[in-house]
């Protein structure tokens, strides 16, 4: 019988070449063909084009396997395992892929020397439980104030995009959560709208404190700025309307006029009133950014029903047109407004802004963070070495290869910059191991830097949930041939 192990096991190494490689060396083997696409390598910023000839520029890993069509079952199967983990977290797709596809290359060379798979999967599951033990220790919890944030944001989103946008971004997305988060309640990323606009450059990228409408005012003679703006949310119509069997409804036009006098009264002392229409979603929001109270008739109509907003004008771009709600007083829902000049930009920049936001929300849940660069898998790798004299048996070769696998990521991080990766690894546990501080890789130098002095923070959560997965699925895909014989040796009695 033809071992499935090995079809699986090349299969499997392929995909994390395809999403870890971003030397043009290495990518010259890693096109990936699927749903019309093919997946270029050969930057750091990697590039989708379709059948069509659409292109589609992307560093996310999530993005990429989501545009993919992996034929392979196996892949396959990792692939939707690295898509579960940005589901869950909202980042770490990448590192899932990598882990996966290292730890079954690392099981493959004991295989090939007759270890049963059995054995290195028990050495797994022990490495994994000394591995989350290191984690609880090495995570460090703190006041999660905005310099930590901004740390976190910023170690995220220049993962995504290059340094001079991440910081830009990076005070936009801290100060977004800042504004919608409450005491005591869940973080409900949902507040926070992403607007795009084919505008200026990247860099113009902005948080309003407030609402950005796609559309413009009901009738050309109405103001297009207005300060000082007292908001009605209404749900009730203030045009005259005709049945659908376009018969009169008898008293229809004095319940309109009624209505407006209602609204005139309200405002009397007020200097304005903008009216524009609103889409569903953004007929709630409107009170959580200006405040006041959305109604669904004028019953109980009031001052206190009211919401306020600093300024409100109509800006025109082209052909389309965005009102502008700012300047509001403590906002529970605000809008990042996206500028760049090209959709490839726009679609980016969302990508990476969305990974931004749960990175800073899953800092704020967790309330803790762990060093980021490649610190904490080194530091990992080392403990279980030590660790692995105390496992009985062949089942050392496990922790071993699982040791082994973990390092892929400080590795990656050097190739992607430019360094030898062997060389830089030594210089990294080599500092580790003399200064017993968690060092990571410098991505400027390529020389070894203690992650914490400098900032560079990861989600807890994230490494967790890594640690998991990918532990998981490298043991079930090894061990497909045993249930495979077991399922068939059980037909035969």
């Keep these: 019988m033809l071992s499935l192990r090995r079809t699986k096991l090349p299969a499997c190494a392929a995909l994390p070449r395809a999403l870890g490689s971003s030397n043009p060396k290495g990518s010259a083997d890693c096109f990936s063909e699927g749903r019309g696409h093919t997946v270029v390598h050969f930057c750091p910023l990697n590039r989708l084009v379709s059948g069509a000839g659409d292109i589609k520029l992307t560093k996310d890993g999530n993005v990429l396997l989501h545009e993919m069509q992996i034929q392979h079952p196996t892949a396959s199967l990792?692939?939707?395992?690295?898509?579960?983990?940005?589901?869950?977290?909202?980042?770490g797709t990448t590192s899932n892929v990598l882990i996966i596809g290292e730890l079954l290359k690392q099981a493959d060379l004991y295989i090939s020397e007759g270890l049963h798979p059995r054995i290195i999967t028990e050495g797994f599951e022990a490495?994994?439980?000394?591995?989350?033990?290191?984690?609880?220790?090495?995570?460090?919890?703190?006041?999660?104030?905005?310099?930590?944030?901004?740390?976190?944001?910023?170690?995220?989103?220049?993962?995504?995009?290059?340094?001079?946008?991440a910081d830009v971004l990076t005070e936009a997305v801290v100060d977004s959560i800042l504004a919608i988060k409450k005491q005591d309640e869940p973080i409900d990323l949902f507040m926070v709208e992403i607007m795009e606009m084919k505008h200026k450059s990247e860099t113009d990228t902005s948080l309003i404190r407030g609402l950005v409408l796609d559309h413009g005012a009901r009738h050309p003679d109405m103001k297009k700025r207005v300060e000082d703006a007292y908001i009605l949310t209404c749900n009730v119509s203030l045009e005259y309307e005709k049945t659908p069997l376009q018969m009169e409804w008898r008293g229809?036009?004095?319940?309109?006029?009624?209505?407006?006098?209602?609204?005139?009264n309200l405002f009397k002392h007020n200097k304005a009133t903008y009216r524009s229409p609103l889409k569903h979603f953004q007929y709630f929001r409107l009170t959580l950014a200006c405040g006041g109270v959305a109604l669904n008739s004028f019953d109980d109509l009031n001052?206190?029903?009211?919401?306020?907003?600093?300024?409100?004008?109509?800006?025109?771009?082209?052909?389309?047109?965005?009102?502008?709600?700012?300047?509001?007083?403590?906002?529970?829902?605000?809008?990042?407004?996206?500028?760049?000049?090209?959709?490839?930009?726009?679609?980016?920049?969302?990508?990476?802004?969305?990974?931004?936001?749960?990175?800073?929300?899953n800092a704020i849940d967790d309330g803790c963070v762990v060093p980021?660069?490649?610190?904490?898998?080194?530091?990992?790798?080392?403990?279980?070495?030590?660790?692995k004299p105390s496992v009985k048996g062949r089942a050392q070769l496990g922790v071993?290869?699982?040791?082994?696998?973990?390092?892929?990521?400080?590795?990656?991080?050097?190739?992607?910059?430019?360094?030898?990766?062997?060389?830089?690894?030594?210089?990294?546990?080599?500092?580790?191991?003399?200064?017993?501080?968690?060092?990571?890789?410098d991505l400027n130098t390529g020389e070894p830097m203690v992650a914490a002095e400098v900032g560079i923070w990861d989600n807890y959560c994230v490494k967790k949930q890594l640690l998991h997965s990918c532990t998981v699925i490298a043991t079930n895909i090894l061990l497909v041939d045993e249930i495979m014989r077991a399922g068939m040796s059980s037909l035969k009695g």
Excluded: W
């Design 78 to 91: 990792i692939a939707k395992v690295a898509t579960a983990q940005d589901d869950i977290t909202g980042d």
């Design 127 to 165: 490495a994994k439980e000394k591995a989350l033990q290191f984690l609880e220790q090495v995570k460090v919890s703190k006041e999660m104030d905005i310099e930590t944030l901004i740390d976190v944001a910023r170690t995220s989103l220049r993962t995504k995009v290059h340094a001079e946008l």
């Design 252 to 264: 229809g036009a004095a319940c309109i006029l009624d209505r407006f006098l209602k609204i005139i």
């Design 303 to 361: 001052p206190d029903c009211l919401g306020h907003a600093g300024l409100v004008y109509e800006y025109t771009l082209g052909e389309e047109k965005f009102t502008f709600i700012e300047k509001c007083n403590n906002p529970r829902s605000v809008t990042l407004l996206v500028k760049g000049p090209n959709k490839h930009t726009l679609t980016q920049i969302k990508d990476a802004i969305r990974d931004g936001l749960r990175a800073v929300k």
């Design 372 to 387: 980021g660069a490649g610190a904490v898998e080194v530091a990992m790798a080392e403990a279980l070495i030590k660790y």
């Design 400 to 441: 071993q290869a699982f040791a082994d696998a973990l390092l892929i990521i400080p590795k990656v991080l050097a190739q992607n910059s430019g360094f030898d990766l062997q060389e830089t690894l030594v210089k990294v546990q080599a500092e580790h191991s003399e200064s017993g501080q968690l060092v990571g890789v």
